[in-house]
């Protein structure tokens, strides 16, 4: 175990700049997101959740994917290149390390998405264990442990002190570069943290939420319940619970017009968009509740049915916090729950 | 809230609603919702509370298109947005039976968060003088009321109701702000200090279209970028994309007809405040075309969608700069 000061971090975040780019919590226009770091940046570690997941990393928001034009009569295309440079994703919370390893069942199966592949192969995850976790977390309903996140290197702020432990390869390289600005540490003050914070979890609101009746099986006992009809209403048909979920993995692509071109470019979709998943006869969802339906039967039963049972609901209650109906995944596993069925 | 719901129940009992439009309560106190009741029963779960912000006018479009009538309650600003509805003929007023309800000043989960609380169990909300007293996990803390209120109450347009079939309970006009100060604090600034102050905040964009799609002036059957027609589609191509076309095209799409509800700056996950476009425009209608307040009434004209022989030239809006 080995330990930085807290006063000490922006030489931590210097060290890691000089070998690769730098992504953390900063603070922008009084919002908390992962964002690039660099001496002026307001590096925010108190905000528990970001407001976007840190999947932009891995998987942008919007990224051209290539382009092409005409030259001399021909049709020129030209490929993106694929990242090549190292990067440190730093401040990772538990739930969100999950929500990457959701993202690498979709992206790294076959066939690979190479773009999604490189940014994985060059990115390291220090996660950052989560000291005050909030009422809308339920990261312990999935398994996880935001005590004792995954990760290439982990980390817990205890007072004025950022403890920090490599996990794996990568985490072991990143370390040996900084290892100049660590010291020894005591591994009893983070036992003790994890068991401050493992009694918080316990006192949440939904620390203890059963899953009964989710999973493969729900596709087809859960997809024509009534229930559906009675939740979807307030749903306002925003993405607001796509854009900062951190498994949401659809996306859309799309050609731009350059003007002397074509510039095709990828980018987050969202099944609450009266679009999503538009073909050339039409769309196979036509109503707001199916569209509803589409998100949490993924999260639930979809993804599962597809990746031996692995939920692609983490638990980070960020569509909890921030629907703008007060609509979420909590709400309707608890209306099941209510319904038996 | 008892009043509310028993008198609901009567008019659904009486069969002169078939439904009634209000905020159903959730797991807290804050995390109520937009929801239709058809019964007693169903209305065991309404609630009214500091945390009903929303505003349930835009709900209306399609409530108008049901079977009967549905009774909607309206807070005096709420008012503004059914009149315009009205006026735009995107709502029917025989469908509604308006209950006007009071409105002491309503809250923003998030600016309970802002003031360093973590967590938020339940929060005692007695009047909005008073202290908000918030239960966490952590113990509980205490927060103004007023710190706690939504930008739009601190700006309140008064505690009238514009429309309404009868009214319930008391308001409290909560302003204690300008409604322009900050819109002229953005005018005074140089073009680079605007661009900056815009470029930070727009850069926060995920283009969820929580603004568009709550904003009841937004009413479009098909809105342009839905459109997969035009390259304008509802998804991000570019990081400069939403700065320079999509809030900006909706600003002057809304301007005259925007009451300034407050709903876009209310839903945005990233804290933007967009009501400041809006009330860029506001402000300039007034200058250039006299006061004006969209919502008002169901039938004054508005001033972009009327002629006057003493409008203003649109030279002499291009001489301001």
């Known amino acids: 175990m080995l330990k930085i000061n807290r006063n000490d971090l922006p030489s931590l975040f210097a060290a890691i700049r000089q070998e690769s780019d730098l992504y953390l919590p900063v603070k922008t226009a009084g919002k908390t997101n992962f964002a690039a770091w660099d001496e002026t940046a307001q590096v925010d570690l108190d905000t528990l959740k970001t407001v976007k997941s840190p999947k932009d990393a891995f998987f942008p928001q919007s990224e051209n994917l290539y382009s092409c034009h005409q030259e001399g009569g021909k049709t020129q295309i030209v490929p993106e290149t694929l990242r090549e440079e190292p990067f440190v994703l730093f401040g990772v919370r538990g739930c969100d390390v ?45 398994g996880i442990d935001c005590a004792d996140p995954e990760g290439d290197v982990v980390t817990w702020l205890v007072g004025e002190e950022l403890y920090w432990q490599p996990k794996t390869e990568k985490g072991e390289a990143l370390t040996a570069k900084v290892r100049h600005l660590l010291s020894e540490a005591d591994e009893a003050v983070v036992a003790a943290e994890q068991t401050a914070i493992r009694g918080i979890v316990e006192k949440l609101p939904y620390s203890n939420l059963s899953l009964e009746g989710w999973g493969g099986e729900a596709a087809k006992t859960r997809f024509d319940s009534p229930v559906w009809e009675q939740l979807y209403k307030p749903c306002l048909a925003c993405g ?26 990828r980018c987050w979709d969202s099944c609450m968009y009266s679009d999503f998943t538009m073909m050339a006869h039409g769309n196979n969802r036509t109503s707001q509740m199916q569209r509803f339906r589409q998100r949490f039967l993924h999260k639930l039963a979809y993804f599962p049915a597809n990746n031996d049972g692995m939920f692609s609901c983490v638990g980070c209650g960020r569509c909890v916090d921030k629907c703008p109906s007060h609509l979420n995944i909590l709400k309707v596993i608890k209306a099941f729950a209510k319904e038996g069925v | 809230m008892q009043e509310l719901i028993a008198r609901a129940g009567a008019l659904l009992q009486s069969g002169e609603v078939s439904r009634v439009l209000g905020w159903r309560k959730g797991e807290h106190v804050w995390d109520v919702e937009p929801a239709f009741f058809h019964s007693a029963e169903e209305l ?79 929060a005692d909300y007695p009047d909005c003088s008073d202290t908000l007293t ?117 600003a002057f799409h809304v301007a005259g007809r925007c009451t300034d509800c407050g709903e876009c700056s209310r839903v945005c996950p990233q804290g933007i405040p967009l009501h400041l476009f809006n009330r860029k425009f506001i402000r300039d209608i007034n200058a250039l075309y006299g006061e004006f307040q969209a919502g008002e009434d169901a039938e004054t004209k508005g001033p972009l969608t009327s002629f006057r022989t003493d409008d203003v030239e649109p030279g002499d809006a291009g001489k301001r700069g």
């Open chain 1, 240 to 265: 607001t619970c796509t854009f900062v979920c951190p498994t949401c993995q659809c996306y859309d692509i799309k050609d731009y017009d350059t003007g002397s071109g074509v510039q095709r470019f």
């Open chain 1, 98 to 142: 999950r929500g990457i390893q959701v993202l690498d069942k979709v992206f790294l199966s076959n066939p690979v998405d190479s773009y999604y592949a490189a940014r994985r192969e060059q990115g390291t995850v220090v996660s950052f264990a989560c000291h005050a976790p909030e009422t809308s977390c339920f990261c312990k309903v999935f």
């Open chain 2, 134 to 250: 918030v239960k966490t996990l952590y113990g509980d803390k205490e927060v103004s009321y007023a710190s706690a209120m939504l930008e739009r109450c601190h700006v309140c347009k008064g505690k009238e109701h514009k429309i309404y079939d009868e009214l319930m309970g008391e308001s409290v006009d909560t302003c204690d702000a300008d409604r322009f100060a900050q819109v002229a604090a953005i005018e005074a600034m140089s073009p680079e200090e605007k661009f900056a102050f815009f470029q930070s905040e727009l850069s926060k964009c995920i283009r969820c279209n929580a603004c568009r799609n709550v904003c009841p002036a937004c009413s479009c059957r098909k809105c342009v970028f839905d459109s997969n027609k035009f390259d304008s589609a509802q998804k991000a191509n570019t990081t400069s994309f939403e700065e320079k076309m999509f809030h900006i095209i909706r």
């Open chain 2, 44 to 122: 065991s779960e309404f609630v009214y509370n500091g945390f009903c912000g929303a505003n349930l006018s835009k709900y209306m479009i399609e409530a108008s298109k049901l079977e009967g009538k549905t009774l909607v309650f309206l807070k005096p600003c709420d008012t503004y947005s059914f009149n315009q509805l009205i006026k735009e003929h995107r709502v029917d007023r025989e469908k509604a039976y308006i209950i006007g309800v009071g409105c002491k000043g309503k809250l923003k989960i998030e600016n309970i968060d802002a003031a360093g609380i973590l967590d938020v169990q339940g």
